[in-house]
């Protein structure tokens, strides 16, 4: 088939995508951006930006909610219409991407609705409602599919009117009574969410805990604040059976519960169908879950991976650190690697569970000289002033050898933001000595650090 030469295509465009696309065409290259559903991916639109406006909406409920116990006396009526109203009309614009497309067209890129498949090196074969269209990349093709909500394979549930994130985004009214199987980041965050908004609400996680990619003691502390919110949790199960009726969902569990609820809500992962994307022509496996990339993104001979589908850490700031990396690369103006060790991640549920660099399970599995200590919120003095909402910690991970911290979690009010120095430590490798010489502002949460630094120093 005749095709188009250009200089670079970018197949996805997500937070990552959009990002090397810009930098490529503002560069002065002749770019072909390709989506076959929204510029911009799931962050805007199904993900990060909508769930957070809901996690604000749950968040002023939950303060008001805790008006009695120290200010008085306020009533709460939950009302779903001003999140479905913010999401539909400031976040999304109704799910429509005319402004970031005329944003990328801006950097004078050019965007093609469709979707791409490699067909060979350096080539892209474009469906779009007016056909098929080739794209040849001179110089690079970069790869930023992101991924699918993953279904897992439960009897009966395919055919039934489940929700996955995008269907949980949309909704415009709520269920009397939810079931979320699947509690890592997004399961947990919707949760929290519905259940503040007056949804009975039941937390279905198939390991022994909650977030279950968090530090066990950040697990058992939202675990509490979820139980004392009204969620029903139920962990180290999963549905065996899911029917539904019409009107009501039924789960049978392979504990022998039967919970029964109005709606489901499937977040039980993410997956990328790397077979549809035609990998197998660059000679990259295609039953893969990810794309194996080197330090600059590089996945094969004239191609670039960025985003979630590198299995980086599913996160938008890591995909748009990967693309500048990307894009330095292809115009040859960088000499930066990817540097993970200090990856941040954030679940933003209240308390936030935020964490940084290693685990301590996963710093004790590399062979590292490991020190741990913790230090609960609710007894510093700006928890304990807090009071209402506090519930928290802080551990930090240290290698005693290098004396520096090589991993931090912080379950806190705002926990993302107290992070930010634990992260800038971790990310600096600064020694542990040093950091204890450090003045931290009283009475704040991130003075809970200096208590884990001194038990360290014990
Ligand atoms: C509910 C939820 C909440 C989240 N909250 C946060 C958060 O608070 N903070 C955070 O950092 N991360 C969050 N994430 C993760 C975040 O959404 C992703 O990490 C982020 O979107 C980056 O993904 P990406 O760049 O890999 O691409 P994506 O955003 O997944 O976009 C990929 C795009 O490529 C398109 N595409 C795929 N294949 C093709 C093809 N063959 N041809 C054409 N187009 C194609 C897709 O339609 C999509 O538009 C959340 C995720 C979910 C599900
Ligand atoms: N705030 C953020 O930065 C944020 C928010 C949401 C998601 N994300 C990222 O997006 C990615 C996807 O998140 P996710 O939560 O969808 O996926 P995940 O894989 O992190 O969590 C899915 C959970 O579902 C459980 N599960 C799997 N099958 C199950 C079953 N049959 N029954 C019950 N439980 C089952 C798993 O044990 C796991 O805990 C993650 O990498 C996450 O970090 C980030």
Same mark, same amino acid.
């Given at each position: 088939?005749?095709?188009?030469e250009?200089? =670079? $295509?970018?197949?996805?465009? /997500?937070? #990552? +995508?959009?990002? *090397?696309? @810009?930098?490529?065409?503002?560069?002065?290259l002749?770019?072909?951006?390709?989506?076959?559903l929204?510029?911009?991916g799931?962050c805007?639109?199904?993900?990060?930006?909508?769930?957070k406006?809901?996690?604000?909406?749950?968040?002023?409920?939950?303060?008001?909610?805790?008006?009695?116990?120290?200010?008085?006396d306020?009533?709460?009526?939950?009302d779903?219409?001003?999140?479905?109203d913010r999401?539909?009309d400031?976040?999304?614009?109704?799910?429509?991407d005319?402004? =970031? $497309?005329?944003?990328f067209? /801006?950097? #004078? +890129?050019?965007? *093609?609705? @469709?979707?791409?498949?490699?067909t060979?090196?350096?080539?892209?074969t474009?469906?779009?409602?007016?056909?098929?269209?080739?794209?040849?990349?001179?110089?690079?093709?970069v790869?930023?599919?992101g991924?699918?909500?993953?279904?897992?394979?439960?009897e009966?549930?395919?055919?039934?009117?489940?929700?996955?994130?995008?269907?949980?985004v949309?909704?415009?009214?709520?269920p009397?009574?939810?079931?979320?199987?699947?509690?890592?980041?997004v399961g947990?965050?919707?949760a929290? $969410?519905f259940?503040?908004? /007056?949804?009975?609400?039941t937390? *279905?996680?198939?390991?022994?805990r909650?977030?279950?990619?968090?530090?066990?003691?950040?697990?058992?502390?939202i675990?509490e604040?979820?139980t004392?919110e009204?969620?029903t949790?139920?962990?180290?199960?999963?549905?065996?059976r899911?029917?539904?009726?019409?009107?009501?969902?039924?789960l049978?569990?392979?504990?022998?519960?039967?919970?029964?609820?109005e709606q489901?809500?499937?977040?039980t992962?993410?997956?990328?169908d790397?077979?549809?994307?035609?990998?197998?022509?660059?000679?990259?496996r295609?039953?893969a879950?990810?794309?194996d990339?080197?330090g600059?993104?590089?996945?094969?001979?004239?191609t670039w991976a960025?985003?979630?589908v590198t299995?980086?850490g599913?996160?938008?700031?890591?995909s748009?650190?990967?693309?500048?990396i990307?894009?330095?690369d292809?115009?040859g103006?960088?000499?930066?690697?990817a540097?993970y060790?200090?990856?941040?991640?954030?679940?933003f549920?209240?308390p936030?569970?935020?964490?940084?660099?290693?685990?301590?399970s996963?710093?004790?599995?590399?062979g590292?000289?490991?020190r741990?200590?913790?230090a609960?919120?609710?007894?510093?003095?700006?928890?304990?002033?807090?009071?209402?909402?506090?519930?928290g910690?802080?551990?930090?991970?240290a290698?005693?050898?290098r004396?520096?911290?090589v991993?931090?979690?912080?379950?806190?009010?705002?926990g993302?933001?107290?992070?930010?120095?634990?992260?800038?430590?971790?990310h600096?490798?600064?020694?542990?000595?040093?950091?204890?010489r450090?003045?931290?502002?009283?009475?704040t949460?991130?003075?809970?650090?200096?208590?884990?630094?001194?038990q360290?120093a014990?």
């Amino acid at each position: 088939m005749p095709g188009e030469e250009v200089d =670079a $295509v970018v197949v996805g465009m /997500g937070p #990552g +995508g959009e990002d *090397v696309a @810009g930098r490529l065409a503002t560069a002065g290259l002749n770019v072909v951006g390709v989506d076959n559903l929204l510029l911009g991916g799931e962050c805007p639109y199904y993900a990060c930006i909508p769930t957070k406006m809901m996690v604000r909406g749950a968040e002023v409920l939950a303060e008001a909610r805790r008006v009695p116990r120290l200010a008085g006396d306020a009533r709460v009526s939950p009302d779903w219409t001003p999140v479905a109203d913010r999401i539909r009309d400031e976040a999304t614009t109704d799910w429509d991407d005319r402004a =970031a $497309v005329e944003r990328f067209e /801006g950097t #004078g +890129g050019r965007f *093609v609705r @469709g979707f791409g498949r490699v067909t060979s090196p350096g080539e892209v074969t474009v469906s779009t409602s007016a056909g098929e269209h080739v794209f040849r990349a001179r110089r690079a093709l970069v790869l930023n599919p992101g991924t699918e909500p993953a279904v897992p394979p439960i009897e009966g549930l395919s055919g039934t009117p489940f929700w996955t994130n995008r269907e949980a985004v949309r909704t415009r009214t709520l269920p009397s009574s939810l079931v979320v199987l699947g509690c890592g980041p997004v399961g947990m965050e919707f949760a929290q $969410v519905f259940a503040r908004f /007056g949804v009975a609400t039941t937390a *279905v996680e198939s390991s022994p805990r909650l977030l279950p990619g968090a530090e066990p003691e950040a697990s058992a502390s939202i675990t509490e604040v979820f139980t004392g919110e009204g969620i029903t949790v139920r962990t180290g199960t999963s549905a065996t059976r899911v029917h539904h009726d019409g009107n009501r969902f039924t789960l049978e569990l392979d504990s022998g519960e039967t919970l029964t609820a109005e709606q489901l809500l499937v977040t039980t992962g993410r997956h990328a169908d790397l077979a549809a994307l035609g990998v197998g022509n660059l000679g990259l496996r295609e039953d893969a879950e990810t794309i194996d990339v080197d330090g600059r993104m590089r996945a094969a001979e004239g191609t670039w991976a960025v985003g979630d589908v590198t299995g980086h850490g599913a996160f938008t700031h890591t995909s748009i650190y990967q693309a500048r990396i990307a894009a330095a690369d292809v115009l040859g103006s960088g000499e930066e690697t990817a540097d993970y060790r200090a990856e941040p991640a954030v679940t933003f549920t209240d308390p936030e569970v935020a964490s940084v660099g290693m685990s301590e399970s996963r710093a004790r599995a590399q062979g590292l000289p490991v020190r741990t200590a913790v230090a609960a919120i609710p007894s510093s003095p700006r928890g304990w002033i807090h009071k209402a909402g506090n519930d928290g910690l802080i551990k930090v991970v240290a290698d005693t050898e290098r004396d520096i911290p090589v991993g931090a979690t912080v379950v806190a009010p705002l926990g993302g933001e107290v992070l930010g120095a634990l992260a800038v430590a971790v990310h600096t490798q600064v020694h542990l000595a040093q950091l204890r010489r450090m003045i931290l502002a009283y009475p704040t949460f991130h003075r809970t650090i200096e208590t884990v630094l001194d038990q360290l120093a014990e």
